[in-house]
T-cell receptor, first 112, second 117 residues
Framework: AQKITQTQPGMFVQEKEAVTLDCTYD???????LFWYKQPSSGEMIFLIY??????QNATEGRYSLNFQKARKSANLVISASQLGDSAMYFC?????????FGKGTTLSVSS | EAQVTQNPRYLITVTGKKLTVTCSQN?????MSWYRQDPGLGLRQIYY???????DKGDVPEGYKVSRKEKRNFPLILESPSPNQTSLYFC????????????????FGPGTRLTVT
């Protein structure tokens, strides 16, 4: 069974709009971490945001926030006020202990 | 500057010719890991290491070897490369939590694009 599911292969949004990228996960471990990474067309992997399973508050980093719904096992990334530079592939990942498992990614395209 | 470096960045080789991709980090991270990225499959973990002389298999270890003799270096070895190992490879490193079984955000190298013909 897939550990991380990203159901949206591609998303399209206009500049300045908010967008939500979906991520659901599957784990029986009570202690885990959820990560989002951005991969622009240049290829590098850029860390965006982290949510620990015991964190009470949803994580936020600038324009990025994580909508963490533990009971539903979902960790959606919300990007507010999209910019052209946000166009990239986005990966959700979970770590259980020492293994890190990535989803297949969502391609976000931001248009002017 | 804190970074993870990989070499080479691009490599074209032939089936069966042994190769090594080097990875080095300057952040004193305990944890290092190798991933391969293939279209439609996301990133899949090959091997990881919690510390010097400690390595473990990830999801797709077949056909790969690693070693961790020093904390900063974690080379990936393909003893006999095959065309199905054509991929984009990433090395990454991170800190480990106090309990020793929790990793934090990973810092990635720039990637190595390998083609095996």
């Amino acid at each position: 069974a897939q550990k991380i599911t990203q159901t949206q292969p591609g998303m399209f949004v206009q500049e300045k709009e908010a967008v939500t990228l979906d991520c659901t996960y599957d784990t029986s471990d009570p202690s885990y971490g959820l990560f989002w990474y951005k991969q622009p067309s240049s290829g590098e992997m850029i860390f965006l945001i982290y949510q620990g399973s015991y964190d009470q508050q949803n994580a936020t980093e600038g324009r990025y926030s994580l909508n963490f719904q533990k009971a539903r096992k979902s960790a959606n990334l919300v990007i507010s006020a999209s910019q052209l530079g946000d166009s990239a592939m986005y990966f959700c990942a979970i770590n259980e202990g020492t293994a890190l498992i990535f989803g297949k990614g969502t391609t976000l395209s931001v248009s002017s | 500057e804190a970074q993870v470096t990989q070499n080479p960045r691009y490599l074209i080789t032939v089936t069966g010719k042994k190769l090594t991709v080097t990875c080095s980090q300057n952040m004193n991270h305990e944890y290092m890991s190798w991933y391969r990225q293939d279209p439609g499959l996301g990133l899949r973990q090959i091997y990881y290491s919690m510390n010097v002389e400690v390595t473990d298999k990830g999801d797709v270890p077949e056909g790969y070897k690693v070693s961790r003799k020093e904390k900063r270096n974690f080379p990936l070895i393909l003893e006999s490369p095959s065309p199905n190992q054509t991929s984009l490879y990433f090395c990454a490193s991170s800190l480990v939590g106090l309990g020793g079984n929790q990793i934090y955000e990973q810092y990635f190298g720039p990637g190595t694009r390998l083609t095996v013909t």
